[in-house]
Nanobody, 119 residues
């Protein structure tokens, strides 16, 4: 039905930048709100950012506001997370998720991509 694949993770020095990508299969998935979550070792999963199907409405966690930017390219069926001014505390596995039309929760999840920030 809906398949999500994340990419773009890696190792970066503090203060550097990375851009994560989330490619979704199925045209209908592009209509839905898409979000990024992250989970660090021994920590709970936390919300990072989300974007509406149109790309016009976005939300950010306070911890990343001003540093991260979420966007979408419908033609490429892809949602991006541009991460600037990275900090060691940003180190985590980052997951992409979508909330289908008529659903209350984020029902579909990718496998995750590792982001490691060194200092």
């Amino acid at each position: 039905q809906v398949q999500l694949v994340e990419s773009g993770g890696g190792l970066v020095q503090a203060g550097g930048s990375l851009r994560l990508s989330c490619e979704a299969s199925g045209r209908t998935s592009l209509w839905y709100r898409t979000a990024w979550f992250r989970q660090a070792p021994e920590n709970e999963r936390e919300f990072v950012a989300s974007i509406s199907g149109s790309g016009s409405v976005t939300f950010y966690a306070d911890s990343v506001k001003g540093r991260f930017t979420i966007s979408r390219d419908s033609a490429k069926s892809t949602v991006y997370l541009q991460m600037n001014s990275l900090k060691p505390e940003d180190t985590a596995v980052y997951y992409c998720a979508v909330k289908p039309q008529g659903y209350t929760n984020y029902a579909y999840w990718g496998q995750g991509t590792q982001v490691t920030v060194s200092s």
